[in-house]
């Protein structure tokens, strides 16, 4: 369902603070690996590459209000390169950046409720849904609920759209700066050896 064209009230919450940067924005990474080497070689190497990642051997980065994970790219897994994984975990109340990539993604929701802006438009989301952010969009995630976290499971073939150079992306506006109010100490922990964050 898709609600009236909307002004999101990240507008008013971010104007004028100091830019968050996390250092997935900041440091030079990997989107493409080279794949070189005698063909006996590379398919062995391949066959050898572990097939569970556990989330328990992804650190958890940024806050105080958005929270990635990152779990399966061509940075940290050398099995696969046309698509890449991460888990954003959103505080109650709490935002992401507004921002736009040529890539299209599909979020998973796994826990929580909230929506998603898609170009002006309000797309609202629970958990169990799947959420489709089209190529090129400017979109922002929120987490509408005051008193539980939101956590996404995100699928993107950024790795592919790179790879062919359509690798234009822009962040609009940054999370903030401030955690969000009685959340001061909030921070995603995983749980279990299969489960993902917290839930």
Known sequence: MVDEVIKDEAVQATEG?????WERWLKKRV???????????VYKEL?????????????????????????????????IQA????????????????HYHVNSAVFYILNGRGYDVHNGYKYPWKAGDAAIV?????HQHFNDDPENYATILVIK???????????????????????????????????GEYGPLDI
């Open 83 to 98: 698509f890449e994984t991460h888990i954003e975990t959103f505080t109650p109340g709490g935002f992401g950046q507004r």
């Open 157 to 191: 073939a950024k790795p592919t759209f790179s790879f062919n150079h359509m690798c234009i992306q822009k962040n609009i506006i940054y999370p903030p700066v401030e955690p969000m109010p009685g959340w001061e100490n909030f921070y995603p922990v995983v749980r």
């Open 47 to 79: 066959y050898a590459q572990p097939r569970v990642i556990s989330q328990k051997d992804c650190p958890i980065k940024g806050g105080p209000i958005l929270f990635g994970q990152k779990t399966i790219n061509p940075q940290n897994s050398r099995i």
């Open 17 to 21: 603070e100091e830019e968050v940067k």
């Open 134 to 138: 089209e190529n090129s969009c400017v």
């Open 31 to 41: 989107f493409v690996r080279e794949l070189s080497g005698k063909y006996a070689e």
